[in-house]
């Protein structure tokens, strides 16, 4: 099992930067595909960024790109989620999550999830 806890959520103003994190605990990381997710208020949880288990695959929902940049340093468990040029739309509990036993295409389309951490807000004023 992996637990999994987030931080670097907050305020910020529309055009401003958040960089969040990740911690996980265990000693198989670097075994799981690591994938951020958001849900904003009355819609579902979708699939914002996931990494591979060395980093070198990245996936990006098309919200994102060119201003989300997903992350992991593998000797600190921990992933990152730096997000710039912040819009009012990217406003929701964004979550951490791992995967480890489907394939990674199947990681990398949002499936296969098994454990996530609890959640941080991030808020973007206009």
């Known amino acids: 099992q992996v637990q999994l806890v987030e931080s670097g959520g907050g305020l910020v103003q529309a055009g401003g930067s958040l960089r969040l994190s990740c911690a996980a605990s265990?000693?198989?990381?670097?075994?799981?595909?690591m994938g951020w997710f958001r849900q904003a208020p009355g819609k579902e949880r979708v699939l914002v960024a996931a990494?591979?288990?060395?980093?070198?695959?990245?996936y990006y929902a098309d919200s994102v790109k060119g201003r989300f940049t997903i992350s992991r340093d593998n000797a600190k468990n921990t992933v990152y989620l730096q997000m710039n040029s912040l819009k009012p739309e990217d406003t929701a509990v964004y979550y951490c999550?791992?995967?480890?036993?489907?394939?990674?295409?199947?990681?990398?389309?949002?499936?296969?999830?098994?454990?996530w951490g609890q959640g941080t807000q991030v808020t973007v004023s206009s």
């Open positions: 999550a791992a995967s480890q036993g489907v394939r990674i295409a199947q990681a990398m389309a949002g499936r296969g999830y098994e454990y």
């Open positions: 265990g000693r198989t990381f670097s075994s799981y595909v």
């Open positions: 990494i591979g288990w060395s980093g070198g695959m990245t």
